[in-house]
């Protein structure tokens, strides 16, 4: 088994010297164990709730952007960290989670017809709740049996929606800072980067296929 891995590995690029699956998500998960230990010991600044649901939905966009860097690095430097996409995927997933939670408890206290109002007011809660409807489905199915019950194909085009979820996690991140710094545009032109070189790569290669079917 190890043989066949490396040689996969070696096919597709440079493959790094693998570690369990669980240290990515024991070592994800040391942000989220901070800023709730820094909250709780009263280290997060004049605004700890605002600061703790900000860190949270930007980690979850860290991740996001990692997820969509995996392709792109295999395909251009030879770095392969595919074994460890669907972990990153999730954290970013449940960072994502983390920050909705914080916002539905601990800044609106549950209040369903605050929420509401929220939701229909605010875009960049629209854009942030409806960016994370997109990650539901696609969390629940990263897994090899919704990828067996779903079908290659099926699975892979749902899994595309991982590209609207990172235009719209990059437009909640901007419209929620209210001042203008730098840091939310680098995040902006790192998610167009990795989008637009996914485009290019596809306009370029369908005439080739065509070239070759012919």
Not at 85 to 96: C, D, N, P, S, W
Not at 105 to 117: C, E, M, N, P, S
Not at 118 to 124: F, G, L, Q, T
Request: proline content about 5%.
């Amino acid at each position: 088994m190890a043989g066949r891995t490396s040689a996969a590995g070696a096919a597709k690029g440079f493959a790094l010297p693998q570690v369990p699956k669980i240290l990515v998500y024991i070592v994800g998960f040391v942000p989220a164990v901070w800023l709730f230990y820094a909250g709780i010991t009263d280290q997060l600044g004049a605004d700890p709730m605002r600061y703790l649901e900000q860190a949270l939905g930007l980690w979850a966009l860290r991740f996001l952007v990692a997820t969509l860097a995996i392709t792109p690095l295999r395909q251009l430097f030879g770095i392969n960290l595919l074994r460890y996409r669907r972990a990153i995927g999730l954290l970013a997933f449940y960072y994502a989670a983390l920050h909705l939670v914080t916002y539905l408890v601990l800044d609106q206290g549950l209040d369903v017809a605050a929420i509401v109002a929220d939701i229909v007011k605010r875009p960049y809660i629209t854009i942030g709740m409806a960016t994370f409807v997109i990650l539901v489905p696609l969390a629940l199915t990263s897994n090899n049996a919704a990828i067996r019950r779903m079908g290659g194909q099926a699975w892979a085009r749902l899994h595309k929606l991982v590209y609207v979820a990172a235009v719209g996690a990059v437009l909640h991140y901007i419209l929620v800072v209210k001042s203008w710094p730098p840091e939310p545009l680098v995040y902006a032109a790192i998610v167009a980067v990795l989008l637009g070189y996914r485009l290019v790569r596809s306009l370029v290669k369908k005439p080739s296929a065509r070239r070759r079917a012919a």
